[in-house]
């Protein structure tokens, strides 16, 4: 019989959170906790008056010091894994999602396992372990994993910003299987090269596949500038809707040798131009050199981390939009993004119309998009609502 998980109290505010759908709860707003629990720790979570209201993950060396797992009592598990994971899977099964061979099957919170993420790439997995709570199932997760979607590779891209607030290292390489860490995946008729190993977050950003679509649908006959490239398939996307060119601008060269590979993959080697590059810099050199483009692509990383930098993210924002419409021929399109969880769709919009506004120009909502539903929305929890996207049109004269 499992031995009863520690209880931790929390505040009234940090009841109502949890009450009102959220998942987490920061240090200010626990009231009574153990001492000396570990980082990761499971517990028991109740209110001040000590009303059961579910179980979590605790890291008090984390400003999120609860992420709850269950309303229910649960306990670390493989059993308890499994049963998570296999929801996972049917979830996107029922969004008819189950017969791509590139797709997110497990996206952290959106599927009620905070810091896990895993990715599949036809036959080959590449797994984010990103909180203390979820590197106590390390084992686990490998196991359930490979029983589960038997691949021939599993991969580790446990790194970056959200692994260190943890206080956990990053780490990266094989977790099971064997095999080169690339798979050649098709996603509409589209032919990418993933490299797990060396290649963006977990190799490829799957959360654009309907927005690139957009895009696809409406770049016939379009002159195409891809700003913040990565490995290419906005830009791709855009050729294979009939774009009579692209140029491909990304600050990494790694990115735009691979971004090149790709178009060249899929016979557009001929229509695709690379520059390295930062973005700000380059289209301010084209605008200058009087390059105009009729549909721009803007498709930046998080500008900001912390609460404490969405003011400068708000500033990166107005300023890479109002240089992608600079260079906008009249009546060309304008494809921008924010992966910023911290800037919400109300400053996101806020900041395109100071952008429009400084650019001097009249802009048409053509559509509206977010993230693809591999990677699913908490109502209660805005910040897994994080991708916005935007089409507008420039008015002509």
């Given at each position: 019989?499992d031995?009863?998980l ?5 505040s009234r ?17 626990l009231?009574?906790?153990?001492p000396?629990?570990?980082?990761g ?15 979590a993950?605790?890291?008090l060396?984390s ?5 709850l797992v ?6 670390p598990s ?5 049963e ?5 899977l049917?979830?996107r099964e ?6 791509l061979?590139?797709?997110r099957?497990?996206?952290?919170e ?5 810091g896990l993420?895993?990715?599949r ?8 372990i ?7 199932l ?17 991969y580790e891209r446990?790194e970056?910003?959200?692994r ?10 094989v977790?099971g ?9 098709v ?7 993933v490299d797990?190993e ?7 950003f799957?959360d654009?596949?309907?927005?690139r ?9 379009r ?11 906005f830009?791709i996307?855009?050729?294979a809707g ?25 016979g557009?080697?001929d ?19 009087g390059?105009?483009?009729?549909l721009?692509?803007l498709?930046?990383?998080s500008?900001?981390?912390?609460r404490e930098g969405?003011e ?7 300023d ?16 921008t ?10 400053k996101w919009?806020?900041?395109?119309r ?10 048409h ?5 977010g993230?693809s539903?591999?990677?699913?929305v ?6 897994t ?5 935007a ?7």
């Amino acid at each position: 019989m499992d031995a009863p998980l520690p209880a931790v109290r929390v505040s009234r505010r940090g009841e109502e959170r949890l009450r009102n759908g959220h998942l987490w709860v920061f240090g200010d707003d626990l009231r009574e906790v153990p001492p000396g629990l570990p980082p990761g720790q499971w517990v028991a979570v109740s209110s001040r008056s000590g009303e059961f209201l579910g179980t979590a993950m605790c890291n008090l060396s984390s400003r999120i010091a609860l992420r709850l797992v269950s309303r229910g009592a649960v306990s670390p598990s493989k059993a308890f894994l499994g049963e998570r994971v296999g929801q996972a899977l049917r979830r996107r099964e029922e969004a008819g999602l189950g017969g791509l061979n590139a797709l997110r099957l497990v996206y952290s919170e959106g599927d009620h396992l905070p810091g896990l993420v895993v990715d599949r790439f036809g036959a080959l997995l590449s797994v984010q372990i990103l909180t203390a709570g979820m590197e106590l199932l390390r084992r686990e997760v490998v196991e359930v994993l490979a029983e589960a979607l038997s691949p021939r590779l599993l991969y580790e891209r446990s790194e970056g910003g959200a692994r260190r607030l943890e206080g956990l290292a990053e780490r990266k390489g094989v977790l099971g299987g064997d095999g080169p860490p690339r798979e050649t995946v098709v996603l509409d008729g589209c032919r990418f090269l993933v490299d797990v190993e060396t290649g963006p977050k977990t190799g490829f950003f799957l959360d654009q596949r309907e927005n690139r679509r957009i895009v696809r649908d409406l770049a016939g006959e379009r002159s195409v500038l891809d700003g913040f490239c990565s490995t290419g398939a906005f830009g791709i996307y855009a050729l294979a809707g009939g774009a009579t060119s692209v140029l491909a601008v990304d600050i990494s060269g790694e990115a735009v040798a691979a971004a090149a590979e790709n178009a060249a993959r899929n016979g557009f080697g001929d229509r695709w131009e690379g520059r390295k590059g930062n973005l700000f810099h380059v289209l301010r050199e084209l605008s200058e050199g009087g390059r105009t483009f009729d549909l721009v692509i803007l498709d930046p990383p998080s500008f900001t981390k912390s609460r404490e930098g969405r003011e400068g993210a708000m500033r990166g924002y107005r300023d890479i939009n109002r240089l992608g419409l600079s260079l906008l021929a009249p009546g060309g399109i304008l494809a921008t993004s924010s992966c910023t969880q911290l800037v919400d769709m109300a400053k996101w919009n806020e900041a395109l119309r100071d952008a429009a506004a400084d650019a001097r120009a009249d802009m048409h909502v053509l559509a509206r998009g977010g993230q693809s539903p591999d990677h699913p929305v908490l109502l209660g929890m805005p910040e897994t609502d994080y991708l916005k996207f935007a089409v507008l049109r420039k008015r002509g004269t």
